[in-house]
Every structure is written in C-alpha cells, then in structure tokens.
C-alpha cells in the first residue's frame, strides 16, 4: 500500500519526553491520533479526514491541515 503523503511535515510532541517527531503523511498522522488520551473536537475532525483520504473523498493536504489544527487543540504542536 502507498503512503499518502503531505508537505511540509507536522512537528507533533513524541512518546519521548523532549522529543519532537515529524509527521509526513496520512497513516502516520492516523497513527499518532490513535496515540493521544484528549480527543477533542479538532481530533474527531482530523480522525475522519484520515478515513476519508484513504476511501479517496479527501486530500492528503486536507488531512494536514485537520493533523495541526488537532495537535494544536491537545497541545502537542511543536514549531520546527
């Protein structure tokens, strides 16, 4: 299965304290929400443009921009 990529990548807070991991594509993005304890609003949103991106009705871009808005909702944006 290809990825579906996005550009520029989403700098997220990581697992490891201090850490800051890039996110550059839609099942990355999808992985991390998975990952995060508060499900905001934002989260659902970027949640469902992932299922969306992979039936084809959204854009790996559209699914960036869901991606940052939701980590900054929960507070796990990091500037690079």
Known sequence: M?????SPPVYV??????TT????HVE????????????GPKWKTAV???VDCFADRA???DVRKA??????EEGMLRGH
Do not use: N, Y
């Not at 290809?2 to 996005?6: E, I, K, P, V």
């Not at 992985?31 to 499900?39: A, H, S, T, V």
């Open 2 to 6: 290809a990825l579906h990529w996005f």
């Open 13 to 18: 807070r990581s697992d490891k304290v201090g």
């Open 21 to 24: 991991t890039g996110i550059s």
């Open 28 to 39: 990355g993005a999808a992985q991390e929400l998975m990952k995060w304890r508060k499900r």
């Open 48 to 50: 469902q443009f992932c």
């Open 59 to 61: 854009s790996p871009q």
């Open 67 to 72: 991606f940052e808005e939701a980590a900054k």
